[in-house]
């Protein structure tokens, strides 16, 4: 059964301290991994798509990586508003359902 | 504003009552999705329709929850018999036809009581 795993579940920074949060997945095809920011109370805003295995992308602050069994998202330089909890997803060939992680939980102080 | 818009935002209902939800995607959108969240948890996929057609339903989903899209636009969540357990932000989100980049509303936090 398709499945992903995030850790870890919480992190607190120091502004400026760099960071990476994790995400294992397990799916029968992967037609694409997502990455997403959800503010409290707010729905998922999109951050990233990542299709293969060695691909990156990259947006400010954060970049994210793809292996065949686990993707990374770093956080370069972290500031307080990048606190936030950070969902990883997959879809599946064949389908768009998509399975979420239950998210890291990313607190930055200042 | 263009995103995905979802009304209402909060509903509080008694247990055993029916309850609606609206969700209006992004116009060009043809792929619309619900999913469920509650608190520390990720989106629980529920169902989803590419244009007018149900494509895909969760096993989780009971014969309780329903959903519609007629002509292919906005799309209703219907649950029937609310149950405590069924309080939870419910969430919709769209994606044009490469189907890879899903844009989400705000959603709406149903509390049964």
């Known amino acids: 059964e398709d499945q992903v795993t995030q850790s870890p579940e919480a992190l607190r920074l120091q502004e400026g301290e760099s960071s990476s949060l994790n995400c294992s997945y397990t799916?029968?095809?992967?037609?694409?991994l997502f990455w997403y920011r959800q503010d409290p109370g707010k729905g998922p805003e999109f951050l990233f798509t990542?299709?293969?295995a060695g691909e990156e992308k990259e947006k400010e602050r954060l970049k994210a990586t793809l292996t065949k069994k686990e993707s990374f998202l770093h956080i370069t330089a972290p500031k307080p508003e990048d606190s936030a909890t950070y969902l990883c997803?997959?879809?599946?060939?064949?389908?768009?359902?998509?399975?979420f992680g239950a998210g890291t939980r990313l607190f930055v102080k200042a | 504003d263009t995103g995905v818009s979802q009304n209402p935002r909060h509903k509080i209902t008694k247990r055993g009552q029916n309850v609606t939800f609206r969700c209006d995607p992004i116009?060009?959108?043809?792929?619309l999705y619900w999913y469920r969240q509650t608190l520390g948890q990720g989106p629980e996929f529920l169902t989803y329709?590419?244009?007018?057609?149900?494509?895909?339903k969760s096993r989780l989903l009971s014969d309780r929850f329903s959903a519609e899209r007629p002509k292919g636009s906005f799309s209703t969540l219907e649950i029937q018999r609310t149950e405590q357990g069924d309080s939870a932000m419910y969430l919709c989100?769209?994606?044009?036809?490469?189907?890879?980049?899903?844009?989400f509303g705000q959603g709406t936090r149903l509390t049964v009581v």
């Open positions: 989100a769209s994606s044009n036809r490469g189907g890879t980049e899903a844009f």
């Open positions: 799916v029968s095809g992967l037609r694409g």
């Open positions: 990542l299709y293969s």
């Open positions: 997803a997959v879809q599946a060939e064949g389908g768009f359902k998509t399975i």
């Open positions: 116009s060009e959108h043809n792929r």
């Open positions: 329709f590419q244009n007018e057609a149900q494509l895909e």
